[in-house]
């Protein structure tokens, strides 16, 4: 990988954690309300499916993840385990699109079908 | 004014106050040696180790050169933490009668306590630690502005002794050998704010990604033992910054 690729990871995963702690918060108190309001699974998807509105915070919820967590997670490895090389690039890679993907179908699931 | 008697005992008191000093012998392998030292005031953990090597042990290995914590040459790990061995009061260090002396970690043992630096310093040239200028000695003296923003960005930073404290500090030199670490690093931030250095792109390209500045997690170890108060931290920052607008400006 080159310089200026690593470069771009860590300002992407950069950018992605301050995306992530507006997404944590909101869904933080969102779920507080939910819980507190006593709502039931079903009242809950009533109220989650066809809301376009949520289907897109949750869609770019899910993308910071699938950005973040794969860029740290190859540092991680790479420090602890001394993992490093193309191997390491396409492993994490694969995690961030199976994150993606996995995220992208429940939101799918909640919030559209 | 104290009798000579009193002096007489204070003398002896004195002396007969040891420090148990464990101090490395050997080189990667080795094994920890207790001497004793007589305990005296004011007394630095330079003056311990050089009392060992005049005294007690001649075969004892270490380095040092102005004793006033100009040169950078004495560093070693005290008690586990890595200082200036020459303006360290063996008072402020000691726990008890105790002080365990090795050399600095994240480098090569040489003998005793030398550790052998090459690996610290070749990597102030990996991060373009050279001034490149483009002014000859016929030309007029360039003016540097103290006032001015990229002066005071570095102000700090410029007085690095090279001691190699901080690199022997730092987690991440610890786990990543290849990182430059934050000496050579805050050399790099002095230079990328030089009005006159002309290597500024081809600087920041060296410092960048897995082995440079975007390496650093901010544990601020280098910092909080850098025995001459300076942020290597702050510059490591700086070159994050400074590198990444460069990486989206294309200019990497």
């Known amino acids: 990988m080159n310089t200026r690729t690593q470069v771009l990871l860590w300002t992407a995963q950069r950018a992605s954690a301050a995306v992530l702690g507006l997404c944590v918060l909101i869904h933080l108190v969102t779920m507080i309300y939910a819980v507190k309001n006593g709502l039931t699974a079903a009242e809950v998807l009533g109220r989650t499916r066809g809301n376009t509105g949520w289907a897109a915070f949750y869609a770019l919820f899910v993308a910071a993840i699938a950005v973040h967590a794969p860029i740290g997670l190859r540092t991680i490895l790479s420090e602890m385990l001394g993992w490093r090389g193309a191997a390491l690039d396409f492993f994490v890679l694969a995690l961030g699109i199976a994150l993606a993907l996995w995220g992208w179908r429940a939101v799918w699931g909640v919030f559209v079908v | ?252």
Not at chain 2, 133 to 140: K, S
């Open chain 2, 1 to 252: 004014m104290a009798s000579l008697k009193e002096q007489v005992d204070t003398a002896i008191r004195s002396y007969l106050s040891t420090l148990q000093v464990r101090v490395w012998r050997g080189r990667e392998s080795g094994e920890f040696r207790t001497y004793e030292v007589p305990r005296l005031e004011s007394q630095t953990v330079l003056d311990v180790v050089t009392y060992i090597q005049r005294s007690l042990d001649p075969t004892l290995s270490y380095r040092f050169a102005c004793r006033v914590g100009v040169c950078g040459s004495c560093a070693m790990t005290v008690n586990g933490k890595a200082r200036w061995t020459c303006r360290t009061h063996v008072a402020r260090v000691a726990e008890g009668d105790q002080i365990e002396i090795a050399p600095l970690a994240n480098l090569p043992v040489i003998k005793d306590l030398v550790a052998d630096m090459s690996r610290f310093f070749d990597k102030w040239a990996q991060a373009k630690g050279q001034f490149h200028g483009t002014r000859t000695r016929a030309g007029d003296f360039a003016r540097v502005l103290p006032e001015s923003r990229q002066r005071q960005a570095v102000d700090a930073a410029i007085e690095c002794i090279g001691c190699g404290v901080c690199y022997s500090s730092c987690d991440v030199v610890a786990w990543n050998p290849d990182y430059l670490g934050p000496a050579a690093l805050n050399r790099a931030w002095t230079l990328v704010n030089d009005v006159r250095d002309t290597a500024r792109v081809a600087r920041l390209a060296a410092v960048a990604g897995d082995a440079g500045c975007h390496a650093c997690h901010t544990h601020m170890s280098c910092t909080e033992r850098c025995p001459k108060n300076l942020v290597p931290t702050a510059s490591i920052a700086g070159l994050k910054r400074a590198v990444a607008a460069a990486a989206l400006k294309g200019e990497l």
